[in-house]
């Protein structure tokens, strides 16, 4: 790794820090464990920490993620409570999402000036793409960040130089 890179900012979503917690060998965790290194700023709200924690303990989630235990969560829980810069106030931006409960990450993203941000989910990655005018003009605002899945992540941040090539 170069030292001479620029610190990127990212941001993950819940269900990236989920899957993180709960496979710290898949992509997710992978990312995690990247954007904690030193040439990457982790930024989190409190409005997703308490979100993360909610959700981590639901039934449902526990069922579909079963290595997903109370003992891990408060481990990971302690890894992001010492590893993320946390946001205290994050302004609201305009409204571009398709369901408002992904606002929260374009909103926190939108505060830091993020380079990343980190999802799965469909109504965040397509406003890289859609030939929307929210869309189009959303992309306008938003230089640099992009919207990633967590292997497009690790193929970006291996193409700027931030990982060994494979």
Known sequence: MDS??????????????????????GPSGRCFDLARSIHFDLFASR????????????????THL?????LRIRQFVVLLERRAQFVRRVARTAPIVRDAKDQIYL??????GADFLITRDHDLLDLMTQHTIAAKEFRSRSRPLRIVT???FLRDVERRGYLPSS
């Not at 941001?11 to 990236?16: A, K, Q």
């Not at 409005?47 to 526990?62: C, D, E, G, N």
């Not at 079963?66 to 109370?70: D, K, V, Y």
């Not at 909103?107 to 830091?112: G, I, Y």
């Open 4 to 25: 001479s890179l620029a610190r990127l900012r990212v941001v993950p979503d819940c269900n990236i820090l989920l899957q993180a917690a709960a496979h710290r060998e």
């Open 47 to 62: 409005t997703m920490f308490q979100k993360f924690r909610a959700t981590a303990s639901k039934p449902a989630v526990r």
């Open 66 to 70: 079963p290595s997903l235990t109370p």
């Open 107 to 112: 909103d926190l993203a939108a505060a830091v």
């Open 150 to 152: 967590p292997v497009g």
